[in-house]
């Protein structure tokens, strides 16, 4: 993955959330009777969420993930330069 991936891929996930978020505020409460339609979009939308916060999560993880790895190797080169 690289950085320009990366950021692609935050703006992108951080742009479906919220789009998720202005949808979900324009869902019918689950008190009210819905149409199949509309408990379909609801399923979908949910879906869409975890998706995305999962991608996210995904993300922050991998970002972790090369930090640690540039720390060692900026570790290592700093021991065979001492």
Excluded: G, W, Y
Aim: overall charge positive.
């Amino acid at each position: 993955m690289t950085v320009k991936n990366a950021a692609a891929d935050v703006l992108a996930a951080v742009s479906v959330m919220t789009h998720a978020q202005n949808a979900c505020s324009r869902l019918q409460p689950t008190s009210a009777p819905m149409t199949l339609a509309q408990i379909r979009q609801r399923a979908e939308m949910i879906d869409k969420v975890i998706r995305a916060r999962s991608k996210l999560q995904q993300l922050r993880n991998r970002a972790a993930a090369l930090e640690d790895a540039l720390a060692r190797f900026k570790a290592q080169r700093q021991a065979k330069c001492a």
